[in-house]
């Protein structure tokens, strides 16, 4: 607490002046142009990642990076949180793009791999099983990329689930058939500090390298 607490006073004293009047432009509302879903683990910052300004992504976190699906009415079937960042974000924000990100190492994925009793922590148990599907596929399909460790191939295996999920609500579903939203899904090596992206033609996730960026970028301006 003492380095967060000194963090705010080194903001205050030597960047605050930088933000000043985007500070005071956000305070007339917000604009994001993403809704960013990302893992609580403290080894991803997303605005660090992806260069971001206060006002660029509006982020949702939750252990595992997970979206719990929708029934045909659109309720969630887990938390109401995930589900209420989900419209505010499509139907008020009218966000243009949604990402998915999981990242290496996840500790979510490592306690839905180990699938040992969790009495100590009956909401943790709960919310992991919105991660079976991709163990299941794990067990039985195999891995988008066996040179990856046990625990990342479930967790990039764990992020198209989630987009699957995330595709199971009626709001969503009619932005993407209108085209006017797009869904991606991302990966963060933390060892090496690279950010992969999925690219559903060859079905492996690939690093957004520069090369990588620009044919996104074309992708998404002929929607």
């Not at 209420?84 to 998915?100: D, F, G, M, P, Q």
């Not at 992991?128 to 991709?134: E, G, K, V, W």
């Given at each position: 607490?003492?380095?967060?607490?000194?963090?705010?006073?080194?903001?205050?004293?030597?960047?605050?002046?930088?933000?000043a009047q985007r500070f005071q432009d956000l305070a007339q509302g917000q604009a994001p142009?993403?809704?960013?879903?990302?893992?609580?683990d403290s080894r991803i910052v997303p605005d660090l990642l992806a260069s971001t300004d206060p006002g660029d992504l509006f982020v949702m976190?939750?252990?595992?990076?997970?979206?719990?699906?929708?029934t045909v009415e659109g309720a969630s079937t887990g938390d109401l949180s995930e589900a209420?960042?989900?419209?505010?974000?499509?139907?008020?924000?009218?966000?243009?793009?949604?990402?998915?990100?999981?990242?290496?190492?996840c500790g979510a994925m490592q306690a839905a791999l180990a699938r040992t009793p969790m009495p100590?922590?009956?909401?943790?148990?709960?919310?992991?099983?919105?991660?079976?599907?991709?163990?299941?596929?794990?067990d039985n399909e195999g891995p988008l990329d066996p040179r990856w460790n046990r625990c990342d191939q479930l967790s990039q295996l764990n992020v198209l689930v989630q987009l699957e999920h995330l595709a199971t609500y009626p709001i969503v579903r009619d932005?993407?058939?209108?085209?006017?939203l797009?869904?991606?899904g991302w990966w963060f090596d933390i060892a090496k500090g690279e950010m992969y992206i999925y690219q559903?033609?060859?079905?492996?996730?690939?690093?957004?390298?520069?090369?990588?960026?620009?044919q996104l970028i074309s992708q998404l301006d002929l929607h």
């Open positions: 607490m003492r380095k967060f607490i000194m963090g705010i006073v080194d903001f205050r004293e030597r960047l605050l002046s930088q933000y142009d993403a809704l960013f879903v990302t893992c609580s976190r939750n252990v595992g990076n997970m979206v719990p699906p929708a209420s960042a989900i419209e505010y974000a499509v139907l008020h924000l009218k966000v243009r793009s949604v990402a998915v990100c999981g990242h290496s190492e100590k922590t009956p909401n943790l148990a709960k919310w992991l099983h919105h991660s079976t599907s991709a163990v299941f596929r794990l932005r993407i058939a209108d085209g006017t797009h869904l991606s559903r033609e060859r079905r492996r996730f690939e690093i957004i390298d520069r090369t990588v960026a620009e």
